[in-house]
């Protein structure tokens, strides 16, 4: 189970931003590497690849999106959040099937 | 670049059955695993099937499993959900997704709206 804090996260535009995730069991795959992602669900579109093993960004993504953890928990940071950043965050856990989600972080700007 | 297009949506009756499609191009279709997700209104994300690149290996979401049946063409770069006895809590947007390096779903589709009622 993967359990995400805050479930809603109000935020002044240019400032920090941070989401926990928690999971049940330990993400390490036995060939040692943890594949925890994070996603971002913006109002109407489907959901996006931010981050992958715990704290790589994909294509495109603006480093101010940076991850960390290790085990069973685990952030996602937004270091300046700029109002393109509204909607909902999502960890995802592909370390073993079924995969799993947290249930959802909104980001909404104060 | 990399496009996925899920088609196949609609309103069915309870216990009737429904396929979505995903096209997909801009990539090399064969040489990647694929998923399926879903989100029911106004809900989270909902991991539902994956299938190997070759088709070789699928697994289920237990929600699905017995239900759903998840199938690939290759030759036609195209992705399926076979969904039978369908029931109303599986009305959702169902997404496909591509499984890229390090088990990531690095791209996906649209959606298409699965609507279960009588």
């Known amino acids: 189970v993967m359990t995400q804090t805050p479930l809603s996260s109000p935020v002044t535009l240019g400032q920090p931003a941070s989401i926990s995730c928690r999971s049940s069991?330990?993400?390490?795959?036995?060939?040692?590497?943890?594949?925890l992602s994070w996603l971002q669900q913006r109002p109407g579109q489907p959901p996006r690849l931010l981050i992958y093993?715990?704290?790589n960004r994909f294509s495109g993504v603006p480093d101010r999106f940076s991850g960390s953890g290790a085990g069973t928990d685990f952030t996602l940071k937004i270091s300046r959040v700029e109002a393109e950043d509204v909607g909902v965050y999502y960890c995802m856990q592909a370390t073993q099937f079924p995969v799993t989600f947290g249930q959802g972080t909104k980001v909404e700007i104060k | 670049q990399v496009r996925l297009v899920e088609s196949g949506g609609g309103v069915v009756q309870p216990g009737r059955s429904l396929r979505l499609s995903c096209a997909a191009s801009g990539f090399t279709f064969s040489s990647h695993g694929m998923h399926w997700v879903r989100q029911a209104p106004g809900k989270g994300l909902e991991w539902v099937a994956v299938?190997?690149?070759?088709?070789?290996?699928?697994y289920y979401a237990d929600s699905v499993k017995g239900r759903f049946t998840i199938s690939r063409d290759n030759s036609k770069n195209t992705l399926y959900l076979q969904m039978n006895s369908l029931r109303a809590e599986d009305t959702a947007v169902y997404f496909c997704?591509?499984?890229?390096?390090?088990?990531?779903?690095?791209?996906w589709g649209q959606g298409t709206l699965v609507t279960v009622s009588s």
């Open positions: 997704g591509r499984w890229g390096d390090d088990k990531r779903i690095d791209y």
């Open positions: 299938i190997w690149y070759d088709g070789s290996n699928k």
């Open positions: 069991q330990s993400l390490v795959h036995s060939d040692g590497s943890t594949y």
């Open positions: 093993k715990i704290s």
